[in-house]
């Protein structure tokens, strides 16, 4: 689309004009975590940054520079792997800086924070950046309504309103990819996400070096196939769009 913005290759320019039209902000987030030999490093990143950049084909939106290390863990491989690991709570506070700075430059709604790891509620990722955005919610409300703001008569239907696309809790939403619905399941660096990764960078995945391990997670990846990937792709994009036009 015409008007929309990639920050990592762009200008003040394109960014203020971004801030004026109030157009959604997509923020990719992955982890540089070991996903058996077939897959490059990064391709939970290489996951969120394609999504982000699919939907901004299709609507304006101002795409950020991604977030590469986040909390890879080391469930699948320790050090030796070469994952790198960052502690849940530096990683709460480290997207707590990047959403207070966009909050205080001006853009302080419609901020999507996508991840492309782990499927499971509640894991570590994930918390950290819900709690980081709940964190800098709330900080907001009480500057801007001084501390009591709830307890105003102004505010008494707040929370009859939370389902309206403009309530406070809907200004930093939490998204994760791939999706496990429609018949897709989730898995690591196995069919399904081989198949999403190898949909969005083509020649990403090297089915050649796959059996150079004996990764168990990684034995379905030799029945990844493009319409697989393409179908699980569509379902974000289409998903976050709906949440953007919602």
């Not at 540089?32 to 950049?53: F, I, K, N, R, W």
Request: contains cysteine; charged residues 25%; hydrophobic residues 40%.
């Amino acid at each position: 689309m015409e008007n929309s913005f990639n920050l990592a290759t762009g200008y003040p320019r394109e960014a203020e004009q971004a801030k004026k039209e109030a157009l959604p902000v997509l923020l990719p987030i992955g982890t540089m975590e070991y996903h058996s030999t077939h897959c490059p490093y990064g391709c939970d990143t290489l996951v969120a940054q394609g999504v982000c950049e699919k939907v901004a084909e299709k609507t304006p939106a101002m795409v950020l520079p991604p977030v590469w290390y986040g909390v890879a863990s080391y469930a699948v491989g320790g050090p030796e792997t070469n994952t790198i690991n960052v502690d849940c709570d530096t990683m709460e506070n480290y997207v707590y800086c990047i959403l207070k700075s966009l909050f205080d430059s001006g853009f302080k709604k419609n901020i999507f924070i996508v991840i492309a790891h782990q499927t499971e509620d509640y894991m570590p990722m994930t918390l950290a950046c819900m709690k980081a955005a709940k964190k800098l919610i709330m900080a907001d409300l009480e500057q801007t309504g001084g501390y009591g703001w709830w307890g105003k008569k102004e505010n008494k239907d707040f929370y009859a309103n939370l389902s309206e696309a403009d309530s406070p809790w809907n200004r930093i939403r939490v998204i994760r990819v791939p999706y496990t619905k429609n018949g897709i399941g989730g898995d690591h660096a196995g069919v399904y996400e081989c198949s999403m990764l190898e949909a969005l960078y083509a020649g990403s995945i090297k089915l050649e070096r796959l059996h150079d391990a004996d990764d168990w997670f990684a034995e379905t990846a030799k029945d990844m196939s493009l319409e697989l990937g393409q179908k699980m792709v569509d379902i974000a994009v289409n998903d976050i769009l709906a949440m953007i036009k919602g």
